[in-house]
């Protein structure tokens, strides 16, 4: 755990004594002092970075409030306490107006300034914390509580319920839209890490560029736009359970990084020097074949071996069939609520289709399909016609193991009409393609080509008045 960094400046040498005495008492503070307010300045807007800056108001070589001008100029997310022994309502309001956190007034008691630094340190690493999460919720993937009876899905409980307690890095491999990642959130839900952080990436989604910075964090001023010191992913999940997802697509430049700090459980920001330990279980999942990216270059052996230690593989949802109308119901349970329908059934004849489909989308594509069945059905059963067409076309084209499916049946039916209606339509009009035209309401075109298709010649419908054809 790294330990937060505190600046004193004062131009009184006794009270930066008082300070930092006060300050060290704190085990997770890390204290610099300053009486040089110039001097000061430059250690500001250098290469190191603070979390929390305390300087006295009055003093010879530089005004507080333009120490602090500066300081939050070059570091917006800089914390500022602010001392004096001379309170007067014009600088509290222009020192708060630019940013700082609070005011102390000269003496103060040891445990309030204790106090006060705790304070503002929490306040920051909450923000910190709040912006790094909502940089994730947009790649969480979550589609519910885990559900099935069927003997693939019991051996992967089983397996979940042994590996969660033992603290061991995880490799889940399965298809996308399996459910990857929340086999992850049940482990980490039933291990003792259950109350600190789940922190998940997705390895594929984060440009190439910013990955190294986003799972180690980087210190002020390391790259250019860095304005302010950041977190990175792992040093977030410290305590709890760092999630890799499609750890397959990490460039194989960040595979050693991140071998090294699996290894070590040490990470190095960005442009920072200081070494910070991490406590964290990795849990890493792809839809990738590794031993074969493994094969071609493209994915590091020894990190394989490294997050290889237990495993799980998640089947796909054509090879657990019984669970698909379980989940149907699941879903639609689910989410008829949120599009305010108060109870709703599946037809047996839904069902039927559901459970007829490959489903290569998996658990993900089944709950999309509920859900657009749910937003299309005007009454309070679902039924074939409210599920997607393209679905259906393709769950008939698999057909239910009989030698006719239905759609190879309706489309039997459609052929035998159009036949029929044409044979029927050219007699009545004894051929003439213009008045059969008129009747089926159809261009002339069009009725061409269905009567070749159907190999029926106008010519063969003409008669003369003694019946005989023309």
């Not at 930092?20 to 250098?46: C, I, M, P």
């Not at 054509?318 to 329908?341: K, N, S, T, Y």
């Not at 076309?393 to 698999?398: K, L, S, T």
Request: contains cysteine; charged residues 30%.
């Amino acid at each position: 755990m790294h330990k937060a960094k505190v600046f004193i400046v004062d131009d009184e040498p006794g009270m930066l004594e008082v300070c930092a005495d006060t300050l060290a008492k704190l085990d997770d503070v890390e204290v610099a002092v300053e009486s040089n307010g110039n001097q000061a300045v430059k250690r500001l807007t250098g290469e190191e970075s603070w979390d929390l800056l305390i300087t006295d108001i009055r003093m010879p070589d530089i005004h507080g409030v333009d120490l602090l001008r500066i300081a939050r100029r070059h570091d917006p997310n800089l914390v500022v306490l602010m001392l004096t022994a001379f309170p007067t309502v014009e600088t509290a309001v222009e020192s708060m107006k630019l940013g700082a956190a609070d005011y102390l007034t000269k003496p103060f008691l040891p445990d309030d300034l204790r106090a006060t630094v705790r304070r503002l340190l929490e306040q920051r690493r909450l923000r910190e914390e709040n912006n790094l999460l909502q940089r994730q919720v947009e790649r969480s993937n979550r589609f519910g509580d885990m559900i099935g009876c069927s003997e693939p899905m019991r051996r992967v409980f089983d397996t979940v319920q042994r590996v969660a307690p033992n603290d061991v890095d995880v490799l889940i491999l399965g298809e996308t839209g399996t459910g990857k990642e929340l086999v992850a959130r049940s482990i980490h839900q039933q291990s003792g890490r259950k109350d600190n952080r789940f922190v998940p990436v997705d390895c594929g989604a984060i440009p190439e560029a910013l990955l190294e910075s986003e799972f180690f964090g980087h210190e002020r001023g390391a790259f250019s736009g860095a304005d302010t010191r950041s977190l990175g992913l792992m040093e977030f999940a410290d305590g709890g359970t760092f999630f890799l997802d499609e750890i397959g697509q990490l460039p194989i430049n960040l595979q050693a990084k991140l071998l090294r700090a699996l290894q070590e459980r040490r990470i190095r920001r960005v442009g920072g020097t200081q070494e910070i330990e991490l406590d964290v279980r990795v849990i890493a999942a792809t839809s990738l074949n590794l031993e074969q990216e493994i094969a071609e270059q493209r994915f590091r052996a020894d990190l394989f071996y490294r997050i290889n230690v237990a495993r799980i593989d998640l089947p796909p949802l054509r090879d657990r069939a019984e669970d698909i109308a379980l989940l149907a119901r699941h879903f639609v349970q689910r989410h008829a609520g949120e599009m305010g329908h108060k109870q709703i059934n599946i037809t047996p004849e839904a069902l039927e289709v559901l459970c007829s489909y490959r489903w290569p989308g998996n658990v993900r594509e089944l709950q999309n399909a509920i859900r657009r069945a749910l937003a299309m059905t005007r009454d309070s059963e679902l039924r074939p016609d409210d599920l997607p067409t393209e679905l259906v076309i393709a769950a008939g084209d698999v057909g239910c193991g009989k030698d006719h499916g239905l759609f190879e049946l309706r489309d039997q039916h459609v052929t035998d009409f159009e036949r029929q209606y044409l044979a029927q339509l050219m007699q009545r009009h004894q051929g003439d393609v213009v008045a059969a035209v008129g009747e089926a309401k159809v261009p002339r075109g069009t009725l061409y080509r269905l009567l070749k298709k159907h190999d029926l010649n106008p010519a063969d419908f003409r008669f003369d008045d003694a019946g005989q054809q023309i």
